[in-house]
Each structure stands twice: as structure tokens, then as C-alpha cells.
């Protein structure tokens, strides 16, 4: 029967050539832009290279702090001290990582040892733990070590994309490279990430004792900075509440300012939606209602429309369908058919769509995704949308069933509408 529909499908196909072709345009156009939207939801919510702990993950970016004589206010990140009387003091983190941030919008030039080559570059100002949590693949060498830097030793880790733009090749172990008019010398190269996974990404990886000021007696004993944590947990809830009581005890015994965390450490999905963590209590209900809005719209448009075409088709078959009627077709096996027929023609568009969006995606190499979110970098860099972000068996189950729900939505509700009508009735259009 399958194949009798098919067949089916291929004559009307022929038949009615400009409803075909508009119908399959109507599909492809339809799902092109849910592939984006789920395609840009892959890449900022599940684990990909290298942030493969992302259920796990939680982040300490934002700082409130409040002058309790002078009434002064304060928001940013932290720092050391922060470390010191704080989060070094955790218990129920699996892993802590501490980076550092640097100065807003702040920009970094690389040139390699011949000094001819200045190219502006994203530097990563990180400890040792970053590369435990982030699972960067090394090609060459290894990370710098906790004795390089705790002593601040002028070591790098570059990737190889960055490799082969400065020497040709990603062999470069011992090669001497010039970040900001220093040298560094490279210790380890990676394969690279993607500028979308803003947590992680780093053309240039250096120790942040390097580049920041890291004194326990900095700003006064201010809690106020440029670093923020990562932290691996399985419940991040207890890291918070852990947390919040040594801020509670911090703020009753102080004379001079209150410090206020609100709900941090953040899960990866809250951070990716929220970027400034400015309240409490985030629920995923409001998450689901901030972004989800455009992306019903954009579905529910093309199959509204897609529904009339395929209701106007319909009143051209009536007397098709009451012919089949009256020599026996149930309604039930009318209605199959003609689901059949459209599954059909949703399929093809589906196909066309989807080769579409991932052409346009990989040789635009991401930077639609600006128009959607903030990577944090600015326009991606090349070679930014990688193999596992476009072809994973999610993206391939969410697209195949948004193609079903298509499908329903255009076909079932006219053709069972049209079905109704009695045998006679049908036959008399004839």
C-alpha cells in the first residue's frame, strides 16, 4: 500500500506541478528555520566539544556588593580575595575553576617569534583546572603545570587552527609567540573549539597569574573584580547553599559592606539565557516563554498556510474522493492516503530544507547565530560551526519530528473536514 501511495503521490506531483512546488518550497522554507533554532538551542544547552560537562556545570560570574556606612553600590566579578575567604573553602564542588575576565571589550594581538605576523586573537586567561573541566583534545605537549603556574611562568597553550595560521603547521612545541608584546612560550596545542561556546572557547590559553593581579591584600580586602568560577557539581544547589551561609556569616560580621550572590552558581542552561544574573528563583518556565515565542510563530505561519493550500486542493478533489466512495473507500482509508500523499511531499521539502540550512550554515561558518544570541566575541571567526554541532542524531530527531507535526497540521485537519461530506454532495461537483 505504501507503495501504491507513493505512486500516488509522484502523478499528483505531476499533475498539479505549481501547488507541488510551492508546497515543497512552503515545507523547506518552514524548516530551514526550525533546523536554526534547534541547531543554535544544540549548541548553546548540550554537551559539545569541549564543554562535555555542561549538566554538571555551574558558573560564579556576578557580584552585588553593598556599602553599608557610605551606601554605595558595586556589580561585577570577584576578586582573589573572594577565593581566598570563600570559594576555596567549598566543600561540595567536584571542581573549581577560576578565570580571568580582563577588561571589557578588551583586545589581544598575537605575533609569532619572526615578529611579522600581528593578529588579533581571543586569549583565555585560565588556571590549571580549566583543562580538567573543559576537555580540549591535545595534539602536542600538555597544559602548563600548577608549579608554572603558581610561579607565573609565561607558558601557552594556542590551537591548532591558530597554529597553522602563524607557522603552517600545528607542530610548534617550544616556538616562542608574542601576546600583547610578551612572549610565551607554546607548551601544548589543541584542536579547536568554537567562539559560539563562549565558557570555553580560546584561540590562546595562558596562565591568568600571568596577565592579573592576583595579591590577597588587593583592593582594600574588597570582594569586587575581574575573575568569575566555574564549578562542577552534581547538586549545585548545595554548592549555593554552602555558599550563601558563609555570605550570610560575611555580611553579619561586617562593618562595611553586604555581599549578595543572588542564585549563583548558575546551571549552564540559566547562564545561556540570563547572561546577567541580577535575580533569584529562574524557573524554566521563563526561560520556555522568553524564547520560545518566535519559534512557534515561525512554525505556525508556513503550516497555516501550507493548511489552506492543501484545503483548496481538497475542494478540487471532492469528487475524486466521493468516486472512491462510492466504489467502497472508507473514510478512514481516504484519510490515510491523503496523509500519505502529503508525508510525502513534507519529506521532500524537509530534505531540501535541511540540506539548504546546513550549506548556508557551515559556509556562513556561524555567524547567523549572532542575530539570535551573543557569543560574546563579536562576529565568530572562521571554521566556527563544527561537524558535531551540525550532524548529531538529535538535531536529525527534532527536525524529523517537527516534519510530522507539519504534516499533521497542514493535511489532517482540511482533508478530515472534506471527508465529512456525503457521498452524493461529493459527486455532485463532479
Not at 597554529?163 to 601576546?179: E, F, I, P, Q, W
Request: include cysteine; glycine fraction near 6%; aromatic fraction near 12%.
Amino acid at each position: 500500500m505504501i507503495k501504491q501511495y507513493f505512486k500516488q503521490a509522484l502523478n499528483l506531483l505531476r499533475q498539479q506541478k505549481l501547488f507541488s512546488c510551492i508546497y515543497i518550497a512552503g515545507t523547506a522554507l518552514a524548516i530551514a528555520t526550525a533546523t536554526v533554532f534547534a541547531i543554535s538551542y544544540y549548541i548553546r544547552i548540550a554537551p559539545t566539544y569541549p564543554e562535555s560537562r555542561r549538566n554538571t556545570t555551574g558558573y560564579l560570574s556576578t557580584l552585588c556588593c553593598y556599602g553599608k556606612v557610605e551606601h554605595w553600590q558595586s556589580v561585577w566579578g570577584f576578586n582573589h580575595n573572594f577565593t581566598r575567604d570563600f570559594v576555596s573553602k567549598l566543600k561540595t564542588p567536584q571542581m573549581v575553576s577560576t578565570i580571568f575576565k580582563g577588561t571589557f571589550n578588551e583586545e589581544n594581538f598575537l605575533a609569532g617569534n619572526d615578529g611579522v605576523c600581528d593578529i588579533k586573537v581571543s586569549q583565555a586567561s585560565v588556571d590549571t583546572t580549566f583543562f580538567k573541566i573543559f576537555d580540549y583534545e591535545f595534539i602536542h605537549g600538555a597544559p602548563f603545570s600548577s608549579i608554572e603556574f603558581t610561579d607565573g611562568i609565561n607558558k601557552a597553550v594556542i590551537t591548532d587552527r591558530l597554529a597553522s595560521r602563524l607557522y603552517g603547521t600545528d607542530d610548534v612545541m617550544g616556538k616562542t609567540v608574542k601576546l600583547n608584546y610578551t612572549d610565551y612560550e607554546i607548551c601544548g596545542v589543541v584542536r579547536s573549539g568554537s567562539s559560539l561556546n563562549k565558557r570555553s572557547y580560546g584561540d590562546i590559553f595562558v596562565p591568568y597569574t600571568t596577565v592579573a593581579i592576583v595579591d590577597d591584600d588587593d583592593d582594600e580586602g574588597g570582594y569586587i573584580g575581574a575573575f568569575e568560577y566555574i564549578i562542577v557539581s552534581d547538586n549545585l544547589d548545595e554548592v549555593h547553599d554552602e555558599l550563601q551561609q558563609m555570605v550570610n556569616k560575611h555580611n553579619a560580621i561586617s562593618a562595611t559592606d553586604s555581599l549578595v550572590i543572588y542564585n549563583q552558581p548558575q546551571t549552564h542552561a540559566v547562564s545561556e539565557f540570563f547572561s546577567a544574573q541580577t535575580t533569584d528563583n529562574i524557573t524554566w518556565g521563563e526561560i520556555i516563554r522568553k524564547n520560545c515565542l518566535i519559534l512557534l510563530v515561525l512554525l505556525l505561519v508556513p503550516a497555516l498556510n501550507l493548511s489552506g493550500m492543501i484545503s483548496g486542493r481538497m475542494e478540487m478533489r471532492t469528487a475524486e474522493l466521493g468516486v472512491r466512495k462510492s466504489f467502497g473507500a472508507t473514510r478512514s482509508q481516504l484519510l490515510i492516503q491523503i496523509l500519505w500523499e502529503n508525508l510525502f511531499l513534507t519529506i521532500a521539502g524537509g530534505i531540501i530544507g535541511l540540506l539548504l540550512v546546513w550549506i548556508v550554515l557551515y559556509l556562513n561558518q556561524g555567524q547567523i547565530f549572532t542575530l539570535l544570541y551573543n557569543t560574546g566575541f563579536g562576529t565568530p571567526d572562521q571554521n566556527n560551526i563544527t561537524k558535531e554541532m551540525l550532524f548529531n542524531p538529535a538535531i536529525f530527531l527534532i527536525d524529523f519530528f517537527i516534519c510530522l507535526v507539519l504534516n499533521m497540521l497542514s493535511a489532517l485537519i482540511p482533508a478530515w473536514a472534506n471527508l465529512r461530506h456525503p457521498i452524493v454532495q461529493s459527486l455532485k461537483t463532479r
